[in-house]
Nanobody
Framework: QVQLVESGGGLVQPGGSLRLSCTAS????????IGWYRQTPGNQRELVAH???????LYADSVKDRFTISRDNAKKTVYLQMSSLKPDDTAVYYC?????????WGQGTQVTVSS
């Protein structure tokens, strides 16, 4: 059974930083492109960034130069380092394969950027 578990969210002030983690089980993690997505109430889930099996990243324009995605295949974990956070970054953050599989969404981790 495939499972992707997100962690690392929390409350942070504008301009602050957080690092999210996504740990996988039940898949051959190293062959998959993995994405971070986020969703706010009433809106569709949007792609934030994804990373290829060999570590090549791609970012949404809204987070470029502020967020960094990376992966550790030995730990089956993908990270999202978020810096210079803005209130607009407030959302529930999810990881999934890219493109996403409907049955691989986890619970997500809440990120709240507020003073």
């Amino acid at each position: 059974q495939v499972q992707l578990v997100e962690s690392g969210g929390g409350l942070v002030q504008p301009g602050g930083s957080l690092r999210l983690s996504c740990t996988a089980s039940g898949i051959i993690f190293s062959i998959y492109r993995i994405g971070w997505y986020r969703q706010t109430p009433g809106n569709q889930r949007e792609l934030v960034a994804h990373i290829s099996s060999d570590g090549s990243p791609l970012y949404a324009d809204s987070v470029k130069d502020r967020f960094t995605i990376s992966r550790d295949n030995a730990k089956k974990t993908v990270y999202l380092q978020m810096s210079s956070l803005k209130p607009d970054d407030t959302a529930v953050y999810y990881c999934n394969t890219y493109p996403p599989a409907y049955n691989r969404w986890g619970q997500g981790t809440q990120v709240t950027v507020s003073s």
